[in-house]
Every structure is written in structure tokens, then in C-alpha cells.
T-cell receptor, first 114, second 112 residues
């Protein structure tokens, strides 16, 4: 039973399109994240939600909008896709609460913008 | 500005020998450090962590060492096994632990 799942796994689309990536966790965690792994392989945090509330919003273009309908789901919507958005996007969750505990990652969504 | 750096993109080790993966950080406020392992087409999975009040943490074949004065941590794998071949990321956090900074990863290849 997958702990953190993402759909789709692969996404190929044209520049200018709008697309969404979905994430669900069944671990009962309070905190969820979106990361972008760029061509240099760094995992960079984009957003974090705690109990449906946005707590981290890094310097990300306004074209990216996260939505958390409940604490088990964190979706990422991207408007007007650009070539530079091509990357692997990882969702993660964590128990949170300020304690020493790790993140659990989804399998990633490889986005290719043509 | 990358606050966590892994300067070796790859490492090749013979099976049974020790693998040492290194990580440097610039922010002295970091107080929680983690190592993740990643196989192709999968997300990173947690391996081992250490808080800044310790300088060593062991879990089976995996040991993480923290040198706060040098702002350096390392992961030792002894003995290395072919199944350990993966990309290893180090990560660091501070304060409320909600935000984690990751390095660019080191690809470990353990040769049979």
C-alpha cells in the first residue's frame, strides 16, 4: 500500500498549457511538501502545507499554485507552462510538529514541456 | 545559493569495502541532518539522521558522522553491497524542522 502517491508519473505537454499534478498520502501526516528537482539534481522546496495551511512558499512563479483540499492531499497546478518548468516534481509528507522526523517522498512526476 | 553541498557527483566502491559519502553545509544554524537514498524512477527514502547534539549515529551498516566545527557530515556504509548502489542525498534543517535543504546527491556504484 503506497504511502505517498503522485499522479501522473509522466507528463508531456506543450508550452502555454495548464496542467495539474496530484499527491495523496495515507500516513496521517500533518505536513506536505512539493519539491522540484532541476537539471542540476538539487531538490528544491517549493511549498509546504501544514493541516491545509500554507506554511512555506518559496520564490516560485505565480503560475504555480498549490491546493490542499484536506491534509491527506496536496495538488500542484501550473499555468502557462514554460520550457524551464521541465523537471521532476516530488511530493513529500512528514508527521510535523517540530520533532525530529523525516519526510516520506512520492515516486515523482517527470514533467516535460515541449 | 546552495546551503548544502555534495561535491562528489559519483563514487565507485568494491563490494565489501567501505563507502564514504561527504556533505558540507554553510549555515551554522542547521541542527538536524538526514541522509536519503534514491533509486531510479523512485522518490528518495529516508536512511539515517543525526541531530546537532550528537557527533555520530549508527544504524546497522550505516553510520553518520557530524563535525559541526567543519560544517561537515559523512555517511559511512560498511560493508558496501551491490544493493547500496543508488543516489544518496544529504539534507539539513533548522529551527522548526519544516524546511529542509538538500544537496545535489552522490551516485554510489558498488561493484560486485
Amino acid at each position: 500500500d503506497t504511502a505517498v502517491s503522485q499522479t501522473p508519473k509522466y507528463l508531456v505537454t506543450q508550452m502555454g498549457n495548464d496542467k495539474s499534478i496530484k499527491c495523496e498520502q495515507n500516513l496521517g501526516h500533518d505536513t506536505m511538501y512539493w519539491y522540484k528537482q532541476d537539471s542540476k539534481k538539487f531538490l528544491k522546496i517549493m511549498f509546504s502545507y501544514n493541516n491545509k495551511e500554507l506554511i512555506i512558499n518559496e520564490t516560485v512563479p505565480n503560475r504555480f499554485s498549490p491546493k490542499s483540499p484536506d491534509k491527506a492531499h496536496l495538488n500542484l497546478h501550473i499555468n502557462s507552462l514554460e520550457l524551464g518548468d521541465s523537471a521532476v516534481y516530488f511530493c513529500a509528507s512528514r508527521r510535523g510538529g517540530g520533532a525530529y522526523n523525516e519526510q516520506f517522498f512520492g515516486p515523482g512526476t517527470r514533467l516535460t514541456v515541449l | 545559493d546552495q546551503q548544502v553541498k555534495q561535491n562528489s557527483p559519483s563514487l565507485s566502491v568494491q563490494e565489501g569495502r567501505i563507502s564514504i559519502l561527504n556533505c558540507d553545509y554553510t549555515n551554522s544554524m542547521f541542527d538536524y541532518f538526514l541522509w536519503y537514498k534514491k533509486y531510479p524512477a523512485e522518490g528518495p527514502t529516508f536512511l539515517i539522521s543525526i541531530s546537532s547534539i550528537k557527533d555520530k549515529n549508527e544504524d546497522g551498516r550505516f553510520t553518520v558522522f557530524l563535525n559541526k566545527s567543519a560544517k561537515h557530515l559523512s555517511l559511512h556504509i560498511v560493508p558496501s553491497q551491490p544493493g547500496d548502489s543508488a543516489v544518496y542525498f544529504c539534507a539539513a534543517s533548522r529551527d522548526n524542522f519544516n524546511k529542509f535543504y538538500f544537496g545535489s546527491g552522490t551516485k554510489l556504484n558498488v561493484k560486485p
